[in-house]
């Protein structure tokens, strides 16, 4: 089962800030929080990734909560083209690391 | 740098016919995954190879096997195939024991199974 709750869907206007929340309260001290995102039947595109500190790169930051048990992935300037649906995932760094993956939350850019 | 491969795009099989999809990992990675997804879920762990062998495996039965060649790309093979394994089949491959090992997904094959 997936250890991290997300909103089911979302709405953003397109040039406003994307911000996703996820839930994972019972992550361990060892495990990284990961986010990918899927647009319609392609394979899941990596975004970011962190254990406790805030990320950032070139498609969007990662703000983690202090004591590591939610997190929010924002889209500084979402486009049309960040329709997808969007996976937090935790996953431990250690072992066949597998990615176990929940519904998701599906962000819908509007014009 | 070239990234995860997979063939076909595509492919339509009848029941209990036997399939094989395969895989080119990016380059430098030397750690296959793969994952089944059904329409509308998400991804779904079927089992990882590193170094040839069976690093992992999530809840499919034996009829799903897979081989890792040298050159780290690999197959996944599914026997007596049934209409429930008409999925999205995802490859991701990684780099393990670097200083990152985050997994890239290929582009998927869409297996039909009739």
């Known amino acids: 089962d997936a250890k991290t709750t997300q909103p089911t869907s979302m709405d953003c206007a397109e040039g406003r800030a994307a911000n996703l929340p996820c839930n994972h309260s019972t992550i361990s001290g060892n495990e990284y929080v990961y986010w990918y995102r899927q647009i319609h039947s392609q394979g899941p595109q990596y975004i970011i990734h962190g254990l406790k500190n805030n990320e950032t790169n070139e498609m969007a930051s990662l703000i983690i909560t202090e004591d590591r048990k939610s997190s929010t992935l924002i889209l500084p300037h979402a486009t049309l083209r960040d329709t997808a649906v969007y996976y937090c995932i935790v996953r431990a760094d250690w072992g066949a690391q597998k990615l176990v993956f929940g519904q998701g939350t599906r962000l819908t850019i509007n014009p | 740098e070239t990234g995860v491969t997979q063939s076909p795009t595509h492919l339509i099989k009848t029941r209990g016919q036997q399939v094989t999809l395969r895989c080119s990992s990016q380059?430098?990675?030397?750690?296959v995954s793969w994952y089944q997804q059904a329409l509308g879920q998400g991804p779904q762990f079927i089992f990882q190879y590193y170094r040839e062998e069976e690093n992992g495996r999530g809840n499919f039965p034996p009829r799903f096997s897979g081989l890792q060649f040298p050159n780290y790309s690999s197959e996944l093979n599914v026997n007596a195939l049934e209409l429930d394994d008409s999925a999205l089949y995802l490859c991701a491959s990684s780099l393990s024991g670097g200083s990152t090992d985050t997994q890239y997904f290929g582009p998927g094959t869409r297996l039909t199974v009739l």
């Open positions: 380059s430098g990675h030397n750690t």
